[in-house]
């Protein structure tokens, strides 16, 4: 959920070290530092709820989910995102700050970053070759997108509403968009 302050221009080198150090979170595109926003409790509610099911689902499985405190690197591109929720199951993913292979990334979107979650985050996130889903998740309303690659490379978008299940094949999880929701006020 970034903000777009003014942005600071900094290496990798320089952007790695700052978060280090940073009580905020920022993240890197290109070389330009955006700091990062706080979150609603709705937002938060919804990422613990995917957090938590994906969690107990992957022990044990040598995959790893992160909350929004892990960034992801685009290699190709130059940039480093912090998704609200990441997994990876490869075993190259060993970077202690950021994760190269993530299988599935989840946004929960707000007014301020439903526009680059669905576009420019949609078209970036495209780039990393092990992604395999990219879920969206509103928080303003019941409802959850899903953008899975085939195996043509292409990616197909998937609607769900309030009584249909989130089938994520890249870990072999389905859950309920009403357990997405769970305890959350829409």
Excluded at 83 to 95: K, L, N
Excluded at 111 to 137: C, G, M
């Amino acid at each position: 959920m970034s903000t777009q302050l003014k942005p600071l221009n900094l290496t990798v080198s320089e952007y790695l070290q700052l978060e280090l150090k940073s009580e905020i979170r920022h993240e890197y595109i290109a070389g330009e530092v955006y700091a990062m926003a706080g979150a609603s409790e709705e937002h938060d509610l919804i990422c613990g709820n995917i957090y938590v099911k994906l969690h107990q689902h992957l022990q044990g499985s040598g995959c790893r989910v992160f909350s929004s405190n892990m960034k992801v690197k685009i290699e190709e591109l130059d940039i480093f995102y912090y998704p609200d929720i990441s997994v990876t199951c490869d075993s190259q993913d060993r970077e202690k700050y950021f994760k190269k292979y993530p299988c599935l990334l989840v946004e929960v979107l707000s007014a301020a970053t439903k526009r680059i979650d669905r576009h420019e985050k949609l078209v970036n996130y495209s780039e990393i070759n092990s992604l395999q889903e990219y879920v969206l998740v509103s928080q303003d309303r019941i409802k959850v997108d899903i953008y899975r690659k085939d195996e043509s490379g292409n990616w197909n978008l998937t609607s769900l509403g309030e009584t249909d299940v989130l089938n994520l094949e890249s870990v072999g999880l389905k859950m309920t968009v009403a357990e997405i929701y769970e305890d959350v006020d829409i």
